[in-house]
């Protein structure tokens, strides 16, 4: 089992960077691969992110690619999401989520953050 909670969230205007942080407790981060989802009002919950501690592999959805960077802080247990150049459409409640390695579900899930992006 893992614990996993979000930061980092607020308002900020278009062109702006706001940095996530997720951080585990129960077990190490590493134990599992680990994302970052969002969720806009009206719209679809969307993986914009992912990160595999473990092989350093990463995944980005194409609306974020080149904004947006996951990493990893084996000591912290600790996974950011880097988000730059923030645009109002990155506006949505953002999730950090956490998948036993081998698995296709993301069974752990953090609360929430909220992230708002003003033109």
């Known amino acids: 089992q893992v614990q996993l909670v979000e930061s980092g969230g607020g308002s900020v205007q278009a062109g702006g960077s706001l940095r996530l942080s997720c951080a585990a407790s129960?077990?190490?981060?590493?134990?599992?691969?680990m994302a970052w989802f969002r969720q806009a009002p009206g719209k679809e919950r969307e993986r914009v992110a992912a990160l595999t501690l473990r092989a350093g592999t990463t995944f980005y959805a194409d609306s974020v690619k080149g904004r947006f960077t996951i990493s990893g802080d084996n000591a912290k247990n600790t996974v950011y999401l880097q988000m730059n150049s923030l645009e109002p459409e990155d506006t949505a409640v953002y999730y950090c989520?956490?998948?036993?390695?081998?698995?296709?579900?993301?069974?752990?899930w953090g609360q929430g953050t909220q992230v708002t992006v003003s033109s």
């Open positions: 989520a956490a998948r036993t390695m081998g698995r296709t579900v993301y069974e752990y």
């Open positions: 129960g077990r190490t981060a590493s134990s599992y691969s």
